[in-house]
């Protein structure tokens, strides 16, 4: 095939793939062509760069694996959350909002360029094989996973029930590496658990924002109330929940307000300004509430935090937040994958952005971490946040935009580097006594109904 015959060929994958994207595309197309009239121009230098490749690489090389590079690196280029996602990428996402999976039950992250366990989760094929937070995962299967994509490791780990995955693992005061065959299993993430901590007073964590969250928590406090008639405090439980979908940010808020702004989003097309209000409750739960959060608290986490400090619903405890103040639109393509694109900004209901700032708690309270959790993650990991990435979006510092309104919900789905597991293991008792955050709240809420029994003059 002669060198002109490929170009066009070339060109004509080029086409092809900006057709792919359909209206949206096509909209977008004729305003960038205004913006920029010499985007043919780069079009043309993309065009002879993959023919230059083909022609002259040592191997022959995949014409699609070259686009999807080229994409991801487009994206990647953007922010830390925008990303290509192959068809197998995009139907990962989309079983990790659904919560159930075969896998392994492990919280990775890629820290100093090295595959990182952030935290097993309680009572997974990980915790029972005996992998522990800080742990390095330098294979999987015998392959390297120096320069593997996170998304990679994870579907390297994820599988059918029953097969078995060999994970060799650098541990802190270990001699040499250690190998662990972990047989997966089917892996169901419980976005919501309670207890009572006293008759009262009752705890809810949500550590994850899934499809079915909000339902879980109705569930959750329907429960906790039957339990404790007239309850006079409710401890809500946001530490390390890196986030989710959206609408459940907003429907969780929606619980706790029967009315006034939850959040609103700022862009740059009008389609992207969107404002979400609650809604008066049928049931509603009129109890003091302390929200707790942390570093590890990201996205959906705080929107809801967000909301119910600035109409004064509840108090904020804990530590300053991730600060991931970007919603992803994720953007279905016509061959299976999907772009995963940070379209605009949120905003809590009195105008602030928390993008690369986080929610700053009411009350300051750090985490002491007991010496038996020496193995979990310390502080130096907990406070990595979105400032902390390469590529993140500035704080816009006070720009308030509009809030068209527009009733739609869409996947914030990204993730901060930081997502442990904390208080899954609901033992009231030992959540009162070794969890300093949470013996806060509850003192907190106690001394609110003390407060409110004293008559001053």
Avoid: C
Avoid at 86 to 114: A, C, H, M, S, V
Avoid at 190 to 210: M, N
């Amino acid at each position: 095939m002669s060198k002109n015959r490929s170009r066009i060929l070339i060109l004509l994958v080029v086409a092809a793939l900006v057709l792919a994207l359909g209206s949206w595309s096509t909209l977008r197309a004729k305003n960038t062509a205004v913006e920029n009239p010499d985007v043919y121009q780069y079009l043309k230098v993309f065009s002879d760069v993959m023919s230059i490749v083909q022609d002259n690489y040592v191997e022959k090389v995949d014409q699609k694996k070259l686009v999807y590079g080229a994409i991801t690196g487009m994206l990647r280029e953007l922010d830390p959350h925008s990303s290509f996602l192959k068809p197998e990428d995009y139907k990962e996402l989309q079983i990790e909002t659904k919560g159930k999976f075969g896998g392994l039950g492990i919280e990775i992250t890629i820290r100093d360029n090295i595959l990182t366990v952030v935290a097993p989760l309680e009572d997974t094929p990980a915790d029972k094989a005996g992998i522990l937070a800080n742990d390095q995962i330098l294979k999987i299967d015998d392959q390297p996973t120096q320069d593997m994509s996170l998304m990679d490791a994870v579907q390297k780990m994820r599988g059918a029930k029953g097969t078995k995955v060999k994970l060799t693992i650098f541990r802190k005061g270990e001699r040499k590496p250690l190998d662990f065959d972990v047989v997966r299993d089917i892996i169901s993430i419980q976005s919501v658990k309670s207890r009572s901590l006293e008759p009262g007073f009752g705890y809810v964590r949500i550590s994850s924002f899934q499809s079915g969250t909000s339902a879980d928590l109705r569930k959750a406090l329907d429960q906790l109330e039957s339990e404790n008639p007239g309850m006079q405090g409710l401890v809500l439980d946001l530490r390390n929940d890196p986030g989710g979908l959206l609408d459940q940010a907003v429907e969780v808020s929606d619980e706790f307000l029967d009315e006034g702004l939850i959040v609103y989003t700022g862009g740059r097309l009008e389609s992207q300004k969107m404002r979400f209000e609650a809604h008066k409750n049928t049931k509603p739960h009129s109890y003091p509430i302390v929200v707790l959060v942390n570093s590890g608290s990201a996205s959906a986490s705080e929107i809801v935090a967000g909301a119910l400090q600035d109409q004064k619903r509840a108090i904020i405890m804990g530590e300053q937040t991730f600060g991931k103040g970007s919603v992803q639109t994720v953007i279905p393509l016509n061959d299976g994958s999907a772009l995963r694109l940070t379209t605009s900004l949120y905003y809590t209901p009195s105008g602030r952005s928390i993008q690369a700032k986080g929610i700053t708690p009411d009350i300051m309270v750090k985490r002491e971490i007991p010496k038996a959790e020496d193995n979990n993650p310390g502080d130096d990991m907990l406070r990595v946040r979105e400032k902390d990435l390469n590529r993140h979006m500035e704080n816009p510092k006070g720009e308030n935009p509009g809030t068209g309104k527009q009733d739609t919900s869409k996947p914030d789905a990204s993730k901060p580097d930081a997502s442990k597991q904390e208080g899954t293991q609901l033992d009231p008792k030992k959540l009162a006594e070794q969890d300093n955050q949470v013996r806060r709240a509850l003192d907190l809420l106690k001394g609110y109904k003390i407060m409110a029994q004293m008559q001053f003059k």
